[in-house]
């Protein structure tokens, strides 16, 4: 059975594509910092994420991009409820999940799911792969025509792996045998949504392109809708419909891929886009951006745009006031940018087809 096959049994209908699925408004995560002595007391505060807010359709797959640290994996586990938000609203399907107690949760459970980064902690080690795969179904009390057992086997041939391989141990298999082991486990109880975290980036190259190519094929197949964490921007404009860039816990750029890798508006997202690769050496169409200073602590974001201290084009109005996420004249629909003086579009794209050089940032 190919990876493209669907699953056998009986399945809770998709939305129609273009369902607003998942509506995430103003998600907030804090996570406090204690100190003092003798007596303990919060002393401040890591920003993780702050103030995120995007949406994602049925069977959409929407990439989240940016450094490490920013606050994607964060925002993730949010979205699954694995952290309790601080503030903000998460709703799936109109419902309003983010402070939904664990009943009220479970009927939702089986709907989102998560695949984890590292596929070697992310497995039990004294579980066999059937029971890894069985356990989601055992807790929510599914049994699939023909036993759990089947259904198992079904899915480790679906994913790419021999049903025999049902009674082995995690230690048993390759980084990227693990991975499809861990989508495996998603698909156990038919998502209709997935959070992907990072999902190839422990994995060698090669593997990596196996693992996203099953993951789209079972997109298109199942109509799932993805969430998809990286950094690399080649894997996300491969595998995603819209991207939304993330810097220090906030969302600065939201478009559809080919409106954000052609015409990028804020400078983080044209200096990143600026660092990646190119598979052609010959194909250079934008010079490298080095950005000047460190990444400032989430402890202590900076003021205004959080960007600003490493911004090449950064102003006195950026420091004190924050730049609203909106559609800016030319961006084309639904491209919204969080920046006072945001890249031109049209610059950018003649850059891009002309193979012009970005200007350089200044150097403090």
């Not at 041939?157 to 990227?176: A, D, K, M, Q, T």
Request: glycine content about 10%; charged content about 20%; aromatic content about 6%.
């Amino acid at each position: 059975m190919s990876a493209e096959q669907t699953l056998s049994g009986p399945l809770s209908p998709a939305p129609a594509a273009g369902t607003p699925m998942l509506e995430v408004n103003g998600l907030t995560k804090h996570f406090p910092v204690m100190g003092g002595f003798p007596f303990k007391r919060q002393v401040g505060a890591v920003q993780a994420v702050d103030g995120v807010s995007f949406n994602v359709s049925a069977g959409e797959s929407l990439g989240l991009v940016g450094e490490s640290g920013c606050g994607k994996s964060t925002t993730g586990r949010l979205l699954t409820r694995l952290l309790e938000p601080t503030g903000g609203s998460v709703k799936y399907l109109g419902q309003d999940i983010t402070h939904a107690s664990r009943k009220e949760l479970a009927p939702i459970r089986s709907e989102i799911q998560m695949i984890f980064q590292d596929p070697y902690s992310s497995l039990n080690p004294r579980h066999t792969v059937g029971t890894i795969i069985t356990n989601p179904m055992e807790i929510n009390g599914i049994n699939p025509p023909g036993g759990r057992a089947a259904r198992a086997k079904e899915l480790l041939e679906i994913v790419g792996l021999n049903p025999e391989h049902y009674n082995r141990f995690p230690h048993e298999f390759s980084g990227g045998q693990r991975q499809r082991i861990g989508v495996a486990r998603a698909l156990a109880l038919n998502p209709k949504l997935i959070v992907a975290d990072e999902p190839v980036s422990a994995l060698d190259v090669s593997i990596q392109a196996q693992v996203v190519n099953l993951l789209q094929g079972l997109q298109r197949e199942m109509g799932i809708a993805f969430v998809f964490i990286a950094h690399d921007l080649s894997i996300v404009r491969h595998f995603s419909q819209r991207v939304a860039v993330m810097y220090l816990g906030k969302i600065v750029e939201i478009a559809d891929r080919d409106s954000l890798y052609e015409r990028p508006r804020h400078p983080y997202t044209h200096a990143l886009l600026s660092a990646a690769p190119d598979a052609d050496p010959d194909n250079v169409t934008l010079e490298r951006i080095r950005l000047t200073g460190d990444v400032p602590s989430p402890l202590n974001p900076p003021s205004g745009c959080r960007f600003r201290t490493r911004c090449w084009k950064a102003q006195e109005k950026c420091a004190t006031e924050e730049p609203p996420l909106i559609q800016l004249g030319g961006s084309g629909s639904g491209h919204l940018t969080a920046c006072h003086f945001p890249e031109d579009a049209d610059a950018a794209a003649r850059r891009a087809g002309e193979g012009v050089p970005a200007p350089r940032p200044t150097q403090d």
